[in-house]
């Protein structure tokens, strides 16, 4: 799963209740997709549907923070990104059953789970200055 990248300057012209309801529509569909690709439960669909909507709420939240403080350093977005990436990721394992587990790694979780311990393993080793 890939954080929600909505456009800065398509951003500016919308109500914060167009962008409300975008947010909502796309962690709906996320929710619909991964009900059909996983064959969730209602449990589950109830589950997934508050991880996504919590952690990205709290990733939006974090990242209007950084943009409201003028960081322009993109390693701090990418580190708040990485945050709530793992805390989704950590979150399905616990609804997830191993075979839809697997179905999950498949279809991009694997993928990205990598890419944020490369990112964790380079920040690790760089010498702090």
Avoid at 64 to 73: D, F, I, Y
Wanted: glycine fraction near 2%; charged fraction near 35%.
């Amino acid at each position: 799963m890939t954080a929600m990248y909505p456009e800065a300057a398509a951003q500016d012209d919308k109500t914060p209740e167009q962008r409300e309801k975008e947010f909502r529509e796309a962690i709906e569909k996320q929710v619909e997709r991964m009900e059909t690709q996983l064959n969730l439960e209602p449990w589950q669909v109830f589950y997934a549907d508050s991880i996504l909507t919590h952690d990205y709420m709290a990733l939006q939240a974090e990242f209007a923070e950084l943009s409201a403080g003028k960081v322009s350093n993109v390693d701090l977005f990418y580190d708040v990104q990485d945050k709530w990436m793992e805390q989704m990721y950590q979150a399905f394992r616990k609804i997830l059953n191993d075979k839809q587990w697997a179905q999950y790694e498949k279809s991009g979780a694997a993928r990205d789970k990598k890419a944020r311990d490369k990112r964790a393993a380079k920040k690790k080793s760089k010498p702090v200055k």
